[in-house]
């Protein structure tokens, strides 16, 4: 069903003459180092979050220990150390619903590393779809096109006009 919209917009574009071209985002994303290092960078953070969350697990683990190994233990003791087991898992959770569930710290830390490189492509795609007359962009990776002449795939010049974007 996907491709029925796709097509009809397809159609309506040849009948019009429109002038189409794809690129490959995959493709622009594996070949830019800007890419690599903001994946770098978060993945040396999300590490450090799992090294906050595994230290957090550890305490819980040892307060667990503890309480099941510790045969002699007042009451009071035994109720103060099962408090802070569930203060721990709460504060376990509460982290790790901060940093990794929707709409977390990974997720919008992401999104502030790479929305300038995609705004960077968007801008480069915009400047050569005005310079070479393009009506329209497809993305071959986002796998909604079927088949397309290599003599469309503009992949090349938006990687060029990054390039030379870098350069200055």
Known sequence: MKL?????????????????????SDRIF???????????????????????ADSL????????TDLDYTMVM?????????????EK???????LEYIFGPGGLVESRN???????VANINEAVQE???EEGYDIVFDT???????????LDITDAVLEKLSARSEN
Do not use: C
């Open 141 to 151: 990776s986002a796998g909604v096109v079927i088949y397309v002449e290599n003599t």
């Open 89 to 95: 898992s709460i504060e376990l959770q509460e982290f």
């Open 57 to 64: 697990q550890d305490d819980i683990d040892a307060i667990q």
């Open 128 to 130: 050569i779809s005005k």
């Open 30 to 52: 594996s070949t830019l180092g800007e890419v690599a290092d903001a994946k770098e960078l978060l993945e040396t953070e999300i590490e450090e979050w799992e090294a906050h």
């Open 74 to 86: 007042s009451p009071e003791r035994r109720r103060s150390r099962e408090a802070l087991l569930e």
């Open 111 to 117: 999104e502030e590393l790479v929305s300038p490189i």
């Open 4 to 24: 029925l919209p796709l097509i009809l917009i397809l159609i309506t574009y040849m009948i019009f003459a429109e002038t189409i071209a794809v690129i490959d």
